[in-house]
């Protein structure tokens, strides 16, 4: 390995606050496959760091959600983790931990800015997941995850929160009386299925769909707000 390349590593490692013992699980991890030329006898890319990554991923942010909603049902905690569980947010925390810079690329691939790739650097993420959790364990791989997040866990809770209140300030505003209808149950009592329609005076009303109340709620306010042209 180059010493620009080693330097690169070390200075991505100061930003983990993290020092592989495995140095070439950590090579793996930043190996994008266009830096194999083909030959992959001795070397890999970061593809099956990638796919165990993924999945810890959705254990760490799940084992949270379930943590600070534990009086929430599974249909409330879906739409968040959809949120926090894909290859856009682990693009943004990519970038937040600087992973694209320390990435080993071909020549050609960096000459087409792969460094700052969004599909490369959410397969980055997901591949350094993996690699902290093979070399030092879960909760290694949690601290990255709650760093580079950042503030995406309380910004999911606050919008998937808000859309009630939202409406309602709104409707105080306009003078406009609120209110919740229920249209329609279905579904068994373990998978329940609801319709609301939200009603403000003046407008037709607006429904939501979801695995209770609440949600249907939030989803008819959320859906009148952005007829409007709020951003909720």
């Known amino acids: 390995m180059s010493g620009r390349q080693e330097a690169r590593f070390a200075e991505l490692e100061q930003r983990l606050g993290y020092v592989f013992k495995d140095r070439a699980l950590f090579r793996e991890a930043m190996t994008h496959g266009s830096a194999l030329d ?22 760490i942010v799940a084992d949270r959600l379930l943590q600070e909603h534990a009086d929430e049902a599974e249909g409330e905690i879906a739409p968040r983790f959809n949120t926090l569980v894909n290859k856009r947010a682990c693009a943004v925390a990519a970038r937040a931990a600087g992973l694209g ?3 080993i690329l071909s020549t050609s691939e960096e000459g087409h800015g792969g460094r700052n790739k969004d599909t490369i650097l959410a397969d980055l993420c997901e591949a350094m997941i993996g690699a902290l959790y093979r070399d030092a364990g879960f909760e290694a791989a949690r601290a990255f995850v709650e760093r580079f997040w950042g503030n995406a866990f309380d910004e999911v809770n606050t919008s998937t929160r808000d859309a009630k209140t ?20 279905s579904g068994p ?17 607006v429904r939501g769909e979801g695995a209770s109340k609440r ?18």
């Open 215 to 232: 949600i249907a709620q939030r989803a008819a306010a959320t859906s009148f707000l952005k007829a409007q042209g709020v951003d909720v």
């Open 166 to 185: 939202a409406l309602q300030e709104w409707a105080a505003a306009h003078k406009r009386g609120l209110s919740y209808a229920l249209v329609e149950q």
């Open 101 to 103: 810079e320390a990435a």
């Open 189 to 205: 009592d373990h998978a329940p299925h609801f319709v609301i329609e939200a009603r403000i005076d003046g407008f037709t009303g």
């Open 38 to 59: 083909g030959d992959k006898s001795k070397r890999r890319s970061y593809d099956r760091l990638e796919f165990l990554g993924d999945r810890v991923l959705a254990l």
